[in-house]
């Protein structure tokens, strides 16, 4: 695709300069309408090392408000990106709804560079591709501008401007050993740079190559595409997208109704168990680090259910230096502004840390749904975006649990009144609590639906039957035991 | 893709009928609005040999108006079919606005099956994957809801099925030798249906497997997947699509004011070589017919440059039996509601016959492009599109070539004077040609454009110097036979 690529020929400098001052205006100008429409845009500066990426980025964002953008420069992960998966320090960059984020380097470049110098097979490579189709697909599924720029030299401008930039003193350390290496192996970051374009050449996201040769004329390309981009997406109001098909292997799961409630622990049982569980699971929490897998747990659960108390037994097993407990509540402007997943990436644990989520991404197919805070269409291609999100987690090797606390419509209304007429408890019961009450059946056909669509093979839901908080509190030892046991 | 898709569960048979009863009344009841919004709707169904697609087919349009829809057997191409470009048969099968097709087979089963014979090599095979990814994308870019159903069974369910079918006297015509070929070569097979799957698999026009061992199970996926996608084509209103870059070859051409309009021819010389060049082509008429090869010669160029007196002076020189004069005025309805394309795609000659358009497919970029007729998004995208089109033609082996016929603003004012003041001569003049004059300087900016955005290596313009229409005839007849010639 780039090997075949033929250049439009350069126009005179007066021409050049004419629509240069021209676009400029214009991308000025679009920037309330951007802010207006709340469309968020995310711009990617790829391409051949020394290709002048950055200098013109410089030179796009020269007159633009810099409350409206942000740049990033993404050559190289850092040690502490590297302990999260792939796409982790890609997704928290993304641009907030009405901003430009400005990339300098992005996926493609960490991509292709590990692959050309061995660090990851064809096999991953490929796994990798699958996830960046992906996570780009989802990002103007949900309303982004996704514009993708590739800068392209030839090898001997390359060898040139990196010859250039090493003689004066001032930019010398601007040249890496990469830029050497690809020079020196210019056909055969050819060959991969092709497959890759080609491979991720999406209609929703397609490439644009810049002839980047001379510079104002790389400009005045970014300049104009850029424009041309925002305002199609300024006039494309309806953003529904179609709803893929499920590609991941699900497990079989009951409805709620199918539940059987009644299982319970004796006390004693429940005391002796309670402790041998702890012990083995402070024991593993050891050796998770030592091993450098994550572990995420997720709760979700009717209100009043025992999701508290059950956290707490997990937690107890714990060393506080390992593992963080995330409250989930409604999402901050901030969070609001971006991709509903964004400030669950942002939460992610680190590598052999824990983190258990008091609440989750869930609530896109549950009260997002049925409080219409997300229209239909999010929420129907919620499920597939989800079990994608956890894929890549599981792909990176996080031990990966989830937790529906099940109770019956009758044990709760025993626990609200409870928690209503004893003084010390009052605070955990809210007007709210009796609203979402009301609700119940509306909640066990959503429940019902996502357990359904996102038990997968790899990240099924495992329910506790939490009529007997200590029945369920056993089981969840026993269940995260079992599943970090499995990756040991 | 298809080797590692996991299928869901069949459920219950109550569970299958009521929700089949459920989706059929949602399907019938969304005709009107398909209608209203005057969305098209074009459905196809591949798959596996024997996998039931006919009859899943005729159960899906059973409870639908007749007067909504079209059904198309497209197993294989007809021999009147071979002799046009592949993608010809589909083209002009496409459903009305406010309408469905129904295929039954699609391009995939005869682009598969011609690689798998080895009737077309591996380049050929990848050129057309190409050319159905363009095709496909033009389609929804242009508000066109495609969806994509790939029936799947076993080898061992499609060994059944085929002994089955011809075990009943009633049936057994119906299985046809590559049925069994394709049983034969099942692995084989899978290996490039995994592959065409997998690069067609468009966001825009994604495919969606079909479990169909079971039939009834198969019409509530087909039926389920069908609402879905019309829900959400019926939603979005902005359909507004990226304009992609050019990735062809272009030739450098000048600006029409640039163009030297004092050619002219003497009139004896005129006489001479008319005769001279007739008789070549009448001669290169016959030898494109032995070989073939299909002409297909386009006349835009302003009112009164002359195109008439032009195109004369080249048909006769042609067998009436061997070519045809297009004349294009405005679309009409049933043109207006399909793609602008749709209606050349109609009226492209067979192989080795000639036709002559007497005004063209760039009615897009110039008249709907001044006169409101589509949107801004539509023209722009158009330049590609229709890039897209005439490589099409050209990898098809037509000889393609395109003039426009260039006069001066006095010159054409004086033409009109004539034409107005001569009898025989006023039918030829309206009060829409003054209109056009008025907006002399918008067509220019437009043509111009036009010109350098469609002007590819493989079928640029030539500019017909028309102030002295002599020297345009001639110029017309040596550029026709410069390239056929260059074919033969």
Redesign the interface.
């Known amino acids: 695709?780039l090997k075949?690529?033929?250049k439009?020929?350069r126009p005179e400098d007066e021409e050049i300069n004419e629509r240069l001052a021209k676009s400029r205006a214009q991308l000025t100008g679009m920037q309330m309408a951007i802010k207006e429409k709340k469309l968020p845009v995310l711009v990617i500066f790829d391409g051949w090392g020394a290709a002048g990426k950055g200098s013109v980025l410089g030179k796009v964002i020269k007159n633009l408000d810099p409350r409206f953008y942000k740049t990033e420069s993404l050559s190289k992960p850092s040690e502490d990106e590297m302990r999260r998966p792939f796409l982790y320090r890609y997704f928290i960059r993304i641009p907030e709804a009405g901003k430009f984020s400005f990339f300098d380097e992005s996926w493609m470049g960490e991509v292709t560079s590990d692959y050309l110098h061995g660090n990851i097979n064809q096999e991953d490579y490929h796994r990798r591709l699958t996830s960046i189709k992906r996570f780009e697909?989802t990002l103007t599924d949900n309303g982004y501008l996704v514009v993708k720029f590739f800068f392209h030299i030839s090898e001997s401008e390359q060898k040139k401007r990196i010859k250039e930039l090493e003689d004066e003193k001032s930019t010398a350390w601007r040249v890496k050993k990469w830029d050497h290496w690809q020079n020196d192996h210019y056909d055969k970051c050819m060959d991969v740079y092709d497959e890759y374009l080609d491979a991720t050449n999406?209609?929703?996201a397609?490439?644009?190559?810049i002839d980047a040769k001379n510079r104002k004329w790389a400009q005045l390309q970014v300049t104009e595409?850029l424009v041309?981009?925002i305002e199609?997406a300024l006039?494309?109001?309806?953003?529904?997208?179609?709803?893929?098909?499920?590609?991941?292997?699900?497990k079989?799961m009951p409805r709620l109704s199918e539940i059987d409630l009644n299982k319970n622990i004796e006390r004693s049982e429940y005391d002796k168990q309670l402790k041998e569980l702890q012990d083995k699971l402070s024991d593993l929490h050891n050796r998770i680090y030592q091993k450098q897998i994550p572990v995420v747990i997720t709760y979700e659960g009717w209100d009043a259910a025992g999701k508290g108390g059950n956290i707490k037994r997990l937690t107890a097993a714990l060393d506080p230096r390992g593992f963080e407990v995330q409250p989930i509540a409604s999402p901050e402007p901030r969070e609001k502004n971006r991709h509903y997943l964004w400030r669950f990436w942002n939460r992610l644990p680190k590598d052999g840390h824990i983190t258990i989520f008091d609440r989750t991404w869930y609530g896109r197919v549950m009260v997002e749904r049925l409080e219409g805070f997300c229209s239909e269409?999010d929420w129907?291609r919620a499920y597939n975006e989800i079990n994608e999100f956890e894929k890549e987690l599981c792909d990176h090797g996080a031990v990966l649990v989830k937790f529906w606390v099940h109770i019956d419509k009758d044990t709760q209304l025993a626990r609200f009144t409870d928690r209503q007429n004893t003084p010390e408890k009052q605070w955990k019961i809210t007007d709210e609590d009796w609203r979402n009450r009301e609700k119940w059946d509306d909640y066990e056909t959503a429940i019902d639906e996502m357990i359904q669509k996102t038990s997968t093979e790899f990240a099924p839901w495992h329910i506790l039957e939490s009529n007997d908080k200590c029945y369920a509190r056993i089981k969840a030892l026993k269940t995260v035991i079992e599943e970090i046991e499995k990756k040991l």
Chains 1, 2 share one sequence.
Do not use: C
Not at 206 to 209: I, V
Not at 235 to 250: E, H, K, M, V
């Open positions: 695709m075949d690529w033929v439009t020929k697909r999406q209609f929703v397609p490439w644009y190559f595409i041309k981009s199609i006039q494309n109001t309806g953003r529904a997208a179609a709803i893929l098909q499920n590609t991941f292997p699900l079989q269409n129907q």
